[in-house]
């Protein structure tokens, strides 16, 4: 009797939609496009993913490590996975025992789920982060205690210092990590927003030392990538938010973009707009605990497009100058060239190179995607003018924990 393929089990890839933070990891490092998305769900098209488990470590959440057995013939389709809020539960099924998960998949899934995601490992000395200790279902609650704005009155954008007290609730964070912000309220079709990344610019001994508090740098959003004038949701609630005004956060996110704590270790940062957060956090941290004269050195790239729209510009020039080496890049200075940070990363050929080429040295890039390439580029010509290979270098210092980037 030949085998009834309608009636066969499959093990489908699905993702939880009420944990996703829609953060595009998946879709980017799925080698096939099996990951793709609207504008609320990410979903895994069941007839392209081979459940290679590329995507697995990289998710920050875990919500990629979800798996449904149904009948191959019934498997969720795009549309239904658009249309959940949540995972539906699992069926079930006679002979579902028998669709095994490979060997990989499985010991990748182990991984995530030990909350080990991070597309590069973290600095080996880095503090152990806690992660997802909070979810939609149990978010922390915060009270904010200031909400200010960093770029000067009648400058194209709006960006904000937003500080967040945890009272009574643990809410650990290291440098480098992010929280996500459920915004309230629903959206044109009457669902809740879904939850948007924020990474902390406050270091781990809160934005006010020995705080229970954290800081996030804001900037409203008006307009799409395209150009097109929107209201980012979740933007514009928090740089709406007042003095004691009560805010829902999930998370910790994170365990890769972390800094180092060895004595000796420095730092090379290169950030745009408010990708500025997490080397806030770092230089603060390294600045507290400056008097142990454990650090090593410390070098800024920061690109905005005019001194008064760029996040902590009037603290970052106060800074000493043996304790940090800071490179602005203005690209819209009336009278003056237009300047990119991997233009500044050129002028400072030899020192970047130095920087490169040392061990203890870990790279932070985070802000405008299209900034990544450019600095990579930069990095390239810093190489070939001082004896490195970018090609050998640039895995060496992914696989050392030693090279971190967050753009978007
Ligand atoms: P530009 O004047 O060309 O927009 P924003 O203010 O939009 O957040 O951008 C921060 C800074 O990043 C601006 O100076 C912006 O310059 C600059 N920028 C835009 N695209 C790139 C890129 N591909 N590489 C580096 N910097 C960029």
Redesign the pocket.
């Known amino acids: 009797m030949g085998r009834d393929d309608s009636a066969e089990i499959a093990r489908q890839h699905v993702i939880d939609p009420e944990i996703c933070i829609r953060c595009n990891t998946c879709e980017e490092t799925c080698p096939i496009k099996a990951v793709t998305h609207d504008s609320r769900n990410y979903v895994v098209d069941f007839n392209i993913c081979r459940g290679c488990g590329d995507c697995i470590a990289p998710c920050p959440t875990g919500a990629i490590d979800n798996w449904r057995q149904v009948v191959k013939a019934k498997a969720y389709t795009l549309e239904e996975q658009f249309s959940w809020d949540s995972l539906p539960p699992q069926e079930e099924l006679a002979g579902a025992a028998d669709a095994a998960l490979p060997d990989d998949v499985e010991r990748l899934t182990q991984e995530a789920r030990a909350g080990q995601g991070g597309t590069a490992p973290a600095p080996w000395s880095a503090e152990t982060p806690r992660v997802n200790l909070y979810s939609l279902q149990k978010p922390a609650i915060a009270t904010v205690t200031a909400n200010f704005k960093l770029t000067d009155e009648g400058s194209?954008?709006d960006i904000r210092h937003i500080i967040l007290d945890f009272g009574n609730t643990a809410f650990p964070v290291l440098e480098g990590q992010s929280i996500g912000v459920i915004p309230p309220g629903t959206d044109a079709n009457g669902k809740p927003h879904h939850i948007r990344l924020y990474s902390v610019a406050s270091p781990r001994d809160g934005e006010k030392p020995n705080h229970n508090n954290l800081s996030l740098t804001v900037?409203r959003v008006t307009e799409n990538h395209n150009g097109q004038s929107i209201k980012g949701p979740a933007s514009n609630y928090l740089c709406d938010l007042k003095k004691g005004d009560q805010v829902k956060i999930v998370g910790p996110y994170g365990s890769s973009f972390l800094m180092p704590n060895h004595p000796g270790s420095s730092l090379l940062m290169i950030c745009?707009?408010?990708g500025s957060a997490p080397m806030r956090a770092m230089t603060e941290y390294r600045r507290r605990h400056m008097a142990q004269k454990e650090g090593g050195a410390l070098m800024l790239f920061f690109?905005?497009?005019r001194p008064g729209?760029l996040p902590y510009f009037g603290p970052l020039t106060k800074l000493p100058k043996d304790f940090i080496d800071v490179n602005f890049?203005?690209?819209?200075e009336p009278g003056k060239p237009?300047t990119?940070?991997?233009d500044m990363i050129r002028a400072r050929a030899a020192d970047v190179a130095r920087f490169l080429k040392d061990d203890n040295c870990y790279i932070y890039i985070c802000?405008?995607?299209?900034?990544?390439?450019?600095?990579k580029v930069a990095f390239r010509e810093v190489c070939d003018g001082h004896g490195m290979n970018w090609d050998a270098l640039q895995p060496e210092l992914l696989a050392k924990g030693r090279f971190h980037v967050e753009t978007y």
């Open positions: 194209s954008s900037k745009t707009g408010t690109g905005a497009r729209e890049a203005f690209s819209r237009k990119y940070v991997q802000g405008l995607k299209g900034m990544e390439d450019g600095v």
